[in-house]
């Protein structure tokens, strides 16, 4: 069964002067343990579509499930990362993880554990007492990802969280990504305008374009294309 629902979705944004089809009639559903990769150019509705399914942002129309469940409000099985994930530049790395268990209200012992876990699984360890600015902008994301797994989320959402970054740390970022991926199971959808990270990365891969927003692709790489 599908973990994410996306049926039939629209979005308008509409003023005086003009209207933009941000969402054109998308569906998309993503299953336990996948890796859906959404890329396409900027302006194709990826970071619209990952705030609806998010509950952040209500959708024109059509419908998003999650375990079933109509989505209209920020969910708890979710976690997020964005391109600029604001750390507190005032507190440490743990500290900065541990914000997730303030916010949600978590068992404190259990936080901590966690925290420890996730620290040494994005290879954080030595650095828990770092403030921000004393990190690479690699390990600043590595910080905003163990954040956003705290609450062991079952699906992961994350809006070009290396989009800020340099080629090489991206590159680094995404071995990591891939690696954080098969080791906690999470279920992982992920926007990107390079379609070289998006196959990369994807166990399935989602493209859409522009002017209206519209998936015009989905890939699974490894298999081999069908014929007629
Ligand atoms: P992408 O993430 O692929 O760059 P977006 O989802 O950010 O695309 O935007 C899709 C389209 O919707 C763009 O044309 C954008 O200008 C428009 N858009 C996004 N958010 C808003 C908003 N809050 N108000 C008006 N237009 C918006
Ligand atoms: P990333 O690819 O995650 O951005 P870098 O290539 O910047 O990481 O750094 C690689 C390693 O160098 C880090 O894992 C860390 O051990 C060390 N390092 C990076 N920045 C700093 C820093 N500001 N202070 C101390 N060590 C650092």
Redesign the pocket.
């Known amino acids: 069964d599908p973990i994410i629902e996306v049926k039939n979705l629209t979005m308008r944004f509409s003023s005086k002067r003009s209207e933009t089809v941000a969402l054109d009639d998308v569906s998309l559903s993503v299953a336990a343990g996948e890796f859906v990769t959404i890329a396409g150019p900027s302006g194709c509705g990826k970071s619209t579509l990952l705030k609806i399914i998010a509950g952040l942002t209500l959708a024109t129309d059509g419908d998003v499930r999650l375990y079933g469940q109509q989505v209209t409000s920020p969910q708890r099985q979710i976690g997020f990362a964005f391109q600029r994930s604001a750390l507190l530049e005032w507190r440490g790395v743990r500290k900065n993880i541990l914000l997730q268990a303030e916010m949600r209200g978590m068992d404190r012992r259990r936080a901590e554990q966690r925290a420890d876990e996730l620290i040494e699984l994005t290879?954080l360890t030595?650095?828990e007492k770092?403030l921000p600015h004393?990190?690479?902008?690699?390990?600043q994301q590595?910080v905003a990802l163990c954040r956003a797994l705290l609450h062991e989320p079952r699906v992961l959402l994350m809006d070009e969280p290396f989009g800020a970054?340099d080629a090489?740390?991206r590159e680094?970022?995404n071995i990591e990504m891939n690696r954080i991926w098969r080791e906690t199971g999470t279920t992982i959808v992920l926007v990107t305008h390079s379609v070289p990270e998006a196959v990369y990365l994807g166990s399935r891969i989602v493209v859409m374009s522009p002017r209206p927003g519209r998936i015009v692709e989905t890939l699974t790489p490894g298999l081999p294309e069908e014929r007629d």
């Open positions: 290879g030595g650095f770092a004393e990190l690479s902008g690699g390990m590595r970054l090489l740390t680094h970022m």
